[in-house]
T-cell receptor
Framework: EAAVTQSPRNKVAVTGGKVTLSCNQTNNHNNMYWYRQDTGHGLRLIHYSYGAGSTEKGDIPDGYKASRPSQENFSLILELATPSQTSVYFC??????????????FGPGTRLTVL | QQKVQQSPESLIVPEGGMASLNCTSSDRNVDYFWWYRQHSGKSPKMLMSIFSNGEKEEGRFTVHLNKASLHTSLHIRDSQPSDSALYLCAATYQGGRALIFGTGTTVSVSP
């Protein structure tokens, strides 16, 4: 069954440390996304990708890098984690319907706590 | 500046009642609207999408769209406890390639 998986599911990091969140999709979708979800802010787009080798900045990219080494994998990297990056992170995949978007399929989320 | 605004923030509906949720884009260059549902502790899943003016019904769920007013609404009739969730409205914009989400409406269905 097509799916989006994320690892780790829970992570506790220290301030200033490096954190890598991984996402894998078996949907064979071109597009992949990283969001964070905080109470009162809904889902906010951090980075996205159109395909292997591409990454684009979303609405809140500061403090985050992304990497798309293959169609299936999309990583979010926090080089110097800060407590303000404590959040739930969702990865999603999706495919264009012609010039516009089809639905996005979300992974189960990663709960990140930065102490 | 949030492009997608949702109201109300939260809603309590009696079991069997009607829930009505609103969503408006502050940017006129909106293409399409989407509704996602997220149960507590779970990931969002698409509920319905609407692209054209008018109404679309799927079971107990009805979505309306008025493109002139940049407004969409979601109505849940005969609400069930399983409908208790966070409902997220999202939009895509001309020239963009990502969904922009609102902050959501939390619906609680009381038995």
């Amino acid at each position: 069954e097509a799916a989006v998986t994320q690892s780790p599911r829970n992570k506790v990091a220290v301030t200033g440390g490096k954190v890598t969140l991984s996402c894998n999709q078996t949907n064979n979708h071109n597009n992949m996304y990283w969001y964070r979800q905080d109470t009162g802010h809904g889902l906010r787009l951090i980075h996205y990708s159109y395909g292997a080798g591409s990454t684009e900045k979303g609405d809140i990219p500061d403090g985050y890098k992304a990497s798309r080494p293959s169609q299936e994998n999309f990583s979010l990297i926090l080089e110097l984690a800060t407590p303000s990056q404590t959040s739930v992170y969702f990865c999603a995949s999706g495919v264009d319907w012609g010039a516009n978007y089809a639905e996005q399929f979300f992974g189960p989320g990663t709960r990140l706590t930065v102490l | 500046q949030q492009k997608v605004q949702q109201s109300p923030e939260s809603l309590i509906v009696p079991e069997g009642g009607m829930a009505s949720l609103n969503c408006t884009s502050s940017d006129r260059n909106v293409d399409y609207f989407w509704w996602y549902r997220q149960h507590s502790g779970k990931s969002p899943k698409m509920l319905m999408s609407i692209f054209s003016n008018g109404e679309k019904e799927e079971g107990r769920f009805t979505v309306h769209l008025n493109k002139a007013s940049l407004h969409t609404s979601l109505h849940i009739r005969d609400s069930q406890p399983s409908d208790s969730a966070l409902y997220l409205c999202a939009a895509t914009y001309q020239g963009g390639r990502a969904l922009i989400f609102g902050t959501g409406t939390t619906v609680s269905v009381s038995p």
